[in-house]
């Protein structure tokens, strides 16, 4: 379920499929000079990152092996399923072994439990996308960050695959200066902000005799 949702994240952002064999999908962009390459590939256990190099090149497409641009531009998802979250302590070394790796293709390792592909069985790309945008999955997510949710799947994968581009509605941002104004005021700090915002540097000296005066006074009270 989760090759099929990458497949599909890959596709919507402008990947075709060249080639597939049993456990491994190939895909290329192409924008204008710009080519990249992505290649989607089932673990069935953690190789060591010569050996998955070895593999990865072993089954490549001709076309791509003669590209130029295919070792310096291509992702590597490997997709990994463990029975419980807990057995990831065992293979962590592995894991960061293989996504540290420079040689070839820039590798992440997406791993998953039994219990979090059983909460996206029936999700698609677009369902995916709904999820993280989800304010209350959000919430609860980072009261509980170790469940297995459908949030915590979504996450994983935006956060493991950085390339994919957060959905997000240009209504719901908030502009820096207003987050700002509302952190401030809800510390009590107005006055102070107030203060540092008719910070220059002719009046620096004043307006840092008046941050000290207005401490004293709030200590004084």
Known sequence: ?????????????????????????????????????????????????????????????????????????????????????????NYEEQIFAIEEDPHFFKKYILYYSDTEEEAIKTYTYDDLKATISDKSQFNSYKNDPLAATQYSVAAKIYIKLPFLELPFKRSDLVSLRLQANEAVAEAGLDTTYSTIQRLTPKNIDELMKELIGNELENNAN
């Open 1 to 89: 379920m989760i090759n099929k949702i990458i497949d599909e994240a890959l596709i919507a952002h402008g990947f075709k499929k060249e080639n597939v064999n049993e456990v491994t999908s190939f895909y290329i962009r192409e924008s204008g000079s710009e080519i990249r390459f992505a290649i989607l590939h089932q673990l069935s256990t953690l190789l060591t990152p010569a050996e998955l190099n070895t593999a990865i090149n072993k089954s490549a497409p001709s076309a791509f092996l003669g590209h130029p641009a295919f070792k310096k531009n291509c992702d590597l998802i490997c997709i990994h399923r463990l029975n419980k979250l807990a057995e990831f302590k």
